[in-house]
């Protein structure tokens, strides 16, 4: 969702009518939503346009690159797309990594000086969203990570509060005294070892 409405939200504002945004993963771009005027997108385009933006950011530093679509891609790309201009803009971590690529086109004009500055603060705010739901999704991944050894445990384990109230229970212990580890959170700890006893 956050993708696709990023994506739309620049193609309007810039005056586009397709657009498309790439990620990084593996050392290559990947197509994650394309917006295209041609009504399906196969799979083999979609391989091909990945190559295409994966060079594209290989060959150009440049923030923003603009051009002519079968230039910058190749003419039966282009054509399969149906694009016949493209706008590119580089999506930059905190780190400074380049993380994806922004492409609007079908532009009824060149880049102006201020849409270009449009292009570049949605880009910048794209960056932002993106980098940060993908250190959410990490942060989700290390806490899945952290249940399953924390459960996977045979000691007896319990996470409480400051005011001796459960957080956390893992599964032998739950097990041990007879009762779901979810039905344990909140309990205090007296009344947790008298049931334990």
Excluded: Y
Excluded at 29 to 43: A, G, I, L, N
Excluded at 67 to 73: F, Q, S
Excluded at 93 to 115: P, V
Excluded at 134 to 149: G, P, T, Y
């Amino acid at each position: 969702e956050l993708v696709t409405s990023m994506t739309r939200r620049a193609m309007d504002m810039l005056g586009g009518r397709a657009a498309a945004l790439a990620l990084v993963r593996s050392g290559a771009m990947e197509t994650v939503f394309v917006q295209s005027t041609r009504t399906h997108t196969d799979k083999a385009v979609m391989r091909r346009l990945n190559t295409a933006l994966t060079e594209i950011s290989a060959q150009s530093t440049e923030a923003i690159v603009e051009g002519d679509a079968a230039t910058m891609l190749s003419p039966s790309l282009a054509s399969a797309l149906g694009w016949e201009n493209l706008t590119t803009a580089r999506l930059i971590g905190a780190d400074g990594e380049l993380f994806g690529i922004l492409c609007i086109a079908n532009r009824d004009s060149r880049l102006e000086a201020i849409d270009r500055n449009v292009l570049q603060a949605l880009a910048g705010h794209a960056s932002v969203a993106l980098d940060n739901s993908r250190l959410f999704m990490r942060i989700a991944q290390a806490n899945s990570q952290w249940v399953e050894i924390f459960d996977a445990i045979s000691d007896f384990i319990i996470v409480h509060d400051q005011n001796d109230h459960v957080l956390r229970v893992n599964r032998s212990m739950a097990d041990f005294i007879g009762i779901r580890p979810a039905e344990l959170i909140g309990v205090g700890m007296r009344a947790l070892m008298a049931l334990a006893q």
